[in-house]
C-alpha cells in the first residue's frame, strides 16, 4: 500500500433533526466547525462542497449538558480560537454514522484501547487533535499514520505532513511584532483533519438515523407521503425513494366503500383491506389482512400483521406477524413480531406489548422446586 495513501484525512455525515419530520425528544449532537479554506481554483460545481467544513469538536448533547452542569458553562480552549477564529457550533444536528476513514484509523483505534464509540472516541478526539497542541501525539496518531519521526510543518519532502493557511495564526507573523511560534509548535505533529458534510433540511434528499422507535415511525410516515414516481407531479416531484404504486395495484384486494388517504399512505402487495375501514398516514407492509371497519391512522404495520374488525389505532408501530384482536383501541403502541393482543384490549399510550422469554420456564423450575427434595421417593 502506497504510504501517501495512509496519510488522508477522513470525513462524517451529520444531518440537520430541524425538519417538517423532526421527532419531539429525538438525541442530537454537538459539533463545532469550520470553513474550509478557499481554493484559488474556481470553486467545485459539486452540489455537496458548500455543506462541507473542517470538524473541530463532536460530542452527544447528552455529553455536552453533563460538562455544562460539571463546569458551570461550556469551556473552549485558548488553542481551539487562536488556530480558527470564525467557528459554527451547531446542537440540532445528528451524527448519521455515515463515516469515510483512511486505513490508518484501524491503527489509529488499536493504539487507544480506551476507546470505545467510533463517534464520540475516534471522530471526537481526532477533531481535536487537529488544533489542541500535543494531542495528537498523545494519541499517538504520528505512529499510526507511519510518521516515527516528527517532522517540521513546513517539511515539503514526498509524504510529509504540511500545514495549512489555518493551522498558523497569520497575525503573529508581520513585520510589527515578533512572532509567538514556539520550536515545540514548530515541530509538533499535525495530522491530517476530518471533515464534516452537514445535511442541511431543506436538500430533497434524505438522510436519517433510525435508531428508536419514534425515529422508525416517523421516517416510515416521510417515505409514506412521498409521491409516487409513476404519478408525480412538478409541484411534488419524485425522489429515488419514491414507490411506483403507493397502494396495491390489485383492485380485488381493496374492499369497496373503503376510505385510503393516498397522498400520505403506503401498502405493499398482496395486503387486503376489508370494506368500511379508514387509513390515513401510514404505513402497511406486505402480505396484511385488514378487517371491516378497522380505522389506522399514522401508523406502521410490518409484513403479515393481522388487524381485526372494528380496530382502532393510531400512532403504532405493529411487528411482523402480529394479530390484533377485533374491536382493540391502540394509541402510540408497540407490539411485538408474532404477538397477539386480545379482542377489546385498549392500550394507552407509550404501552409495549411484547413476550417475557423463558418467563414461563422460570415458573415451572420454580414450582418443581417448591415441592422439595425426595418428594418422588415417596411412592
Same mark, same amino acid.
Given at each position: 500500500?502506497?504510504?501517501?495513501?495512509?496519510?488522508?484525512?477522513?470525513?462524517?455525515?451529520?444531518?440537520?433533526?430541524?425538519?417538517?419530520?423532526?421527532?419531539?425528544?429525538?438525541?442530537?449532537?454537538?459539533?463545532?466547525?469550520?470553513?474550509?479554506?478557499?481554493?484559488?481554483?474556481?470553486?467545485?460545481?459539486?452540489?455537496?462542497?458548500?455543506?462541507?467544513?473542517?470538524?473541530?469538536?463532536?460530542?452527544?448533547?447528552?455529553?455536552?449538558?453533563?460538562?455544562?452542569?460539571?463546569?458551570?458553562?461550556?469551556?473552549?480552549?485558548?488553542?481551539?480560537?487562536?488556530?480558527?477564529?470564525?467557528?459554527?457550533?451547531?446542537?440540532?444536528?445528528?451524527?448519521?454514522?455515515?463515516?469515510?476513514?483512511?486505513?490508518?484509523?484501524?491503527?489509529?483505534?488499536?493504539?487507544?484501547?480506551?476507546?470505545?464509540?467510533?463517534?464520540?472516541?475516534?471522530?471526537?478526539?481526532?477533531?481535536?487533535?487537529?488544533?489542541?497542541?500535543?494531542?495528537?501525539?498523545?494519541?499517538?496518531?504520528?505512529?499510526?499514520?507511519?510518521?516515527?519521526?516528527?517532522?517540521?510543518?513546513?517539511?515539503?519532502?514526498?509524504?510529509?505532513?504540511?500545514?495549512?493557511?489555518?493551522?498558523?495564526?497569520?497575525?503573529?507573523?508581520?513585520?510589527?511584532?515578533?512572532?509567538?511560534?514556539?520550536?515545540?509548535?514548530?515541530?509538533?505533529?499535525?495530522?491530517?483533519?476530518?471533515?464534516?458534510?452537514?445535511?442541511?433540511?431543506?436538500?430533497?434528499?434524505?438522510?436519517?438515523?433510525?435508531?428508536?422507535?419514534?425515529?422508525?415511525?416517523?421516517?416510515?410516515?416521510?417515505?409514506?407521503?412521498?409521491?409516487?414516481?409513476?404519478?408525480?407531479?412538478?409541484?411534488?416531484?419524485?425522489?429515488?425513494?419514491?414507490?411506483?404504486?403507493?397502494?396495491?395495484?390489485?383492485?380485488?384486494?381493496?374492499?369497496?366503500?373503503?376510505?385510503?388517504?393516498?397522498?400520505?399512505?403506503?401498502?405493499?402487495?398482496?395486503?387486503?383491506?376489508?370494506?368500511?375501514?379508514?387509513?390515513?398516514?401510514?404505513?402497511? /407492509?406486505?402480505? &396484511? +389482512? %385488514? *378487517?371491516? #371497519? !378497522?380505522?389506522?391512522? $399514522?401508523?406502521?404495520?410490518? @409484513? =403479515?400483521?393481522?388487524?381485526?374488525?372494528?380496530?382502532?389505532?393510531?400512532?403504532?408501530?405493529? /411487528?411482523?406477524? &402480529? +394479530? %390484533? *384482536?377485533? #374491536? !382493540?383501541?391502540?394509541? $402510540?403502541?408497540?407490539?411485538? @413480531? =408474532?404477538?397477539?393482543?386480545?379482542?377489546?384490549?385498549?392500550?394507552?399510550?407509550?404501552?409495549?406489548?411484547?413476550?417475557?422469554?423463558?418467563?414461563? #420456564?422460570?415458573?415451572?423450575?420454580?414450582?418443581?422446586?417448591? @415441592? =422439595?427434595?425426595?418428594?418422588?421417593?415417596?411412592?
Amino acid at each position: 500500500m502506497d504510504k501517501t495513501s495512509l496519510r488522508r484525512g477522513g470525513l462524517g455525515v451529520w444531518f440537520d433533526t430541524t425538519g417538517e419530520d423532526n421527532v419531539k425528544g429525538a438525541e442530537t449532537d454537538f459539533i463545532i466547525t469550520t470553513p474550509l479554506i478557499k481554493s484559488a481554483a474556481p470553486p467545485s460545481s459539486a452540489p455537496l462542497r458548500p455543506d462541507v467544513t473542517k470538524l473541530l469538536y463532536a460530542t452527544t448533547t447528552d455529553t455536552l449538558r453533563d460538562i455544562t452542569q460539571e463546569k458551570g458553562g461550556f469551556p473552549i480552549r485558548n488553542g481551539l480560537i487562536r488556530r480558527h477564529g470564525k467557528v459554527r457550533m451547531l446542537s440540532t444536528h445528528r451524527d448519521a454514522h455515515i463515516y469515510l476513514f483512511p486505513h490508518w484509523v484501524l491503527d489509529f483505534i488499536k493504539r487507544n484501547e480506551k476507546f470505545d464509540s467510533i463517534s464520540e472516541d475516534v471522530v471526537g478526539w481526532w477533531a481535536k487533535a487537529a488544533w489542541q497542541d500535543g494531542l495528537a501525539l498523545k494519541l499517538r496518531m504520528d505512529n499510526a499514520v507511519g510518521l516515527s519521526v516528527h517532522r517540521p510543518l513546513n517539511s515539503e519532502s514526498n509524504g510529509n505532513v504540511t500545514a495549512s493557511l489555518e493551522d498558523i495564526e497569520l497575525n503573529n507573523l508581520t513585520s510589527t511584532q515578533p512572532s509567538t511560534l514556539s520550536k515545540d509548535h514548530e515541530t509538533s505533529f499535525i495530522p491530517l483533519p476530518i471533515l464534516s458534510y452537514v445535511h442541511p433540511h431543506y436538500s430533497p434528499h434524505t438522510i436519517r438515523r433510525v435508531d428508536t422507535p419514534a425515529l422508525l415511525l416517523s421516517t416510515s410516515l416521510y417515505l409514506a407521503s412521498l409521491s409516487s414516481s409513476i404519478d408525480a407531479r412538478l409541484d411534488t416531484p419524485s425522489t429515488p425513494l419514491s414507490h411506483p404504486h403507493k397502494i396495491s395495484a390489485d383492485p380485488s384486494l381493496i374492499a369497496p366503500h373503503t376510505t385510503i388517504h393516498a397522498p400520505s399512505t403506503l401498502i405493499a402487495p398482496n395486503t387486503s383491506v376489508a370494506k368500511h375501514c379508514t387509513i390515513k398516514s401510514s404505513c402497511i /407492509g406486505a402480505n &396484511c +389482512v %385488514i *378487517g371491516e #371497519g !378497522a380505522r389506522i391512522t $399514522g401508523s406502521l404495520l410490518m @409484513d =403479515g400483521v393481522q388487524v381485526g374488525a372494528k380496530v382502532q389505532m393510531q400512532g403504532c408501530i405493529l /411487528g411482523r406477524r &402480529c +394479530v %390484533i *384482536g377485533k #374491536g !382493540a383501541k391502540l394509541e $402510540g403502541c408497540e407490539v411485538q @413480531d =408474532g404477538f397477539k393482543i386480545e379482542d377489546g384490549t385498549v392500550g394507552s399510550k407509550g404501552e409495549k406489548f411484547c413476550v417475557f422469554e423463558g418467563l414461563d #420456564g422460570g415458573l415451572v423450575e420454580l414450582e418443581d422446586d417448591a @415441592d =422439595g427434595p425426595g418428594d418422588d421417593d415417596e411412592d
